[in-house]
């Protein structure tokens, strides 16, 4: 690795498994120290004992809460501040959903998604930019998701947060230019995690992978590579863009 974030403080949100994973792991490598927030303390626990055990000289630190809840972030954002004096970057990635009909759509699923997919970034940018300003500026990188770009069946929830992520990504982005805060979102497509493996059927996924034009369906890896560009000096001048990494499908009419 380069250690393009030597001496970098980051918050990877939903950080136990799947795409927040392979971030936190490829910022940790990349030098940076890394706050690990999940759902669970003993999921965050484990994940930061892992990321320690595989990568030497690894600095992470546990955190647990649930994101919809503005506390937990500014909790985590505050403890990363007074233990290292700064935050550097702040990835908000921890998303829940469930596809469904629209007619099957309830009101504790609407909430859940939207409190998770939607409040955790406004209130991940609202609590990380202070502390980034203070020392100068900094990073923030949505998960939005080539969704948003795309008409999805059963989807109508799960892709009107990830738009809705894009607008919060674009306007954030001009209001906190003047303090040195980028924000920019990363888009993946299909993406091979536990999490698409519940929600798409074997045809579905056969049908995606036929239809991206890179002929495979992308990894973890390939969301950890856009976000550390994003996320280091690499993308100085970047700001306010959504970085699609689906292989070329959603421009693609096959």
């Given at each position: 690795?380069?250690?393009?974030?030597?001496?970098?403080?980051?918050?990877?949100?939903?950080?136990?498994?799947?795409?927040?994973?392979?971030?936190?792991?490829?910022?940790?490598?990349?030098?940076?120290?890394?706050?690990?927030?999940?759902l669970k303390p003993e999921r965050?626990?484990?994940?930061?004992?892992?990321?320690?055990?595989?990568?030497?000289?690894?600095?992470?630190?546990?955190?647990?809460?649930?994101?919809?809840?503005?506390?937990?972030?500014?909790?985590?954002?505050?403890?990363?501040?007074?233990?290292?004096?700064?935050?550097?970057?702040?990835?908000?990635?921890?998303?829940?959903?469930?596809?469904?009909?629209?007619?099957?759509?309830?009101?504790?699923?609407?909430?859940?998604?939207?409190?998770?997919?939607?409040?955790?970034?406004?209130?991940?940018?609202?609590?990380?930019?202070?502390?980034?300003?203070?020392?100068?500026?900094?990073?923030?990188?949505?998960?939005?998701?080539?969704?948003?770009?795309?008409?999805?069946?059963?989807?109508?929830?799960?892709?009107?947060i990830k738009a809705?992520?894009?607008?919060?990504?674009?306007?954030?982005?001009?209001?906190?230019?003047?303090?040195?805060?980028?924000?920019?979102?990363?888009?993946?497509?299909?993406?091979?995690?536990?999490?698409?493996?519940?929600?798409?059927?074997?045809?579905?996924?056969?049908?995606?992978?036929?239809?991206?034009?890179?002929?495979?369906?992308?990894?973890?890896?390939?969301?950890?590579?856009?976000?550390?560009?994003?996320?280091?000096?690499?993308?100085?001048?970047?700001?306010?863009?959504?970085?699609?990494?689906?292989?070329?499908?959603?421009?693609?009419?096959?």
């Amino acid at each position: 690795m380069s250690g393009k974030l030597q001496g970098k403080v980051a918050l990877v949100t939903g950080a136990a498994q799947g795409i927040g994973r392979a971030i936190a792991e490829r910022f940790v490598a990349e030098g940076a120290i890394v706050g690990m927030l999940d759902l669970k303390p003993e999921r965050a626990e484990a994940a930061a004992a892992e990321v320690r055990a595989q990568i030497a000289g690894a600095r992470v630190e546990a955190f647990a809460g649930n994101v919809a809840d503005r506390a937990t972030i500014a909790n985590a954002v505050a403890a990363l501040d007074a233990r290292h004096g700064r935050l550097d970057v702040l990835v908000s990635n921890a998303i829940w959903v469930r596809y469904t009909p629209i007619a099957d759509i309830t009101p504790e699923m609407l909430q859940r998604m939207t409190a998770t997919g939607f409040d955790s970034v406004v209130w991940g940018i609202q609590c990380a930019a202070p502390v980034m300003a203070r020392n100068g500026g900094g990073s923030i990188v949505n998960i939005a998701s080539a969704a948003a770009f795309l008409g999805m069946p059963n989807a109508m929830v799960y892709a009107g947060i990830k738009a809705g992520v894009l607008g919060l990504t674009r306007a954030s982005a001009v209001e906190l230019g003047a303090q040195r805060v980028r924000v920019n979102a990363v888009c993946p497509g299909s993406i091979q995690t536990e999490g698409v493996r519940i929600n798409v059927d074997p045809a579905m996924a056969a049908q995606r992978l036929a239809r991206t034009p890179l002929g495979r369906l992308g990894e973890v890896d390939d969301v950890a590579s856009a976000t550390l560009y994003l996320a280091s000096d690499d993308s100085a001048w970047v700001t306010g863009e959504s970085l699609l990494v689906d292989g070329g499908a959603t421009r693609a009419v096959l």
